[in-house]
């Protein structure tokens, strides 16, 4: 039996996070991102997308959002968040025992208006 697709709004805040992630994923390897980890997790925390694009690896936050109810996606990423992420993406680094490798924190923001995504990339973001 065929599932008929859900709307957007139907749609719960796990799937909403999944679906972000696939969408971003998608736009990343269009601008020639190599993508090298999805849900990489370490010290109780989740980076959503590791990649690599011209010598810098990228840790990668996605955040999205329906409507801006609470706010753009990307307010989402608070201080605390980023000291989380900064403290995972040390852990990758010692893992793959990467040593003097530039690397950068981005955020990919996606909204959903209208039923269609927007996709802002903040490189560099912290």
């Known amino acids: 039996m065929w599932k008929k697709k859900k709307n957007i709004s139907e749609i719960t805040s796990h799937e909403l996070g999944k679906k972000g992630e696939k969408l971003a994923e998608n736009y990343l390897k269009k601008k020639g991102y190599k993508i ?21 690896l990228i840790f990668i936050e996605v955040k999205t959002r329906k409507g801006l109810e609470f706010g753009y996606p990307q ?52």
Do not use: M, W
């Open 36 to 56: 090298l980890e999805r849900g990489f997790k370490a010290f109780g925390g989740e980076i959503d997308l590791i990649a690599y694009c011209k010598d810098i």
């Open 75 to 126: 307010e989402s990423v608070t201080l605390r968040k980023q000291k989380q992420l900064k403290k995972i993406a040390q852990g990758y680094i010692i893992k793959k025992g990467l040593d003097n490798i530039n690397c950068r924190f981005d955020v990919i923001a996606i909204l959903f208006s209208s039923g269609k995504p927007s996709i802002l990339h903040i490189k560099n973001a912290f």
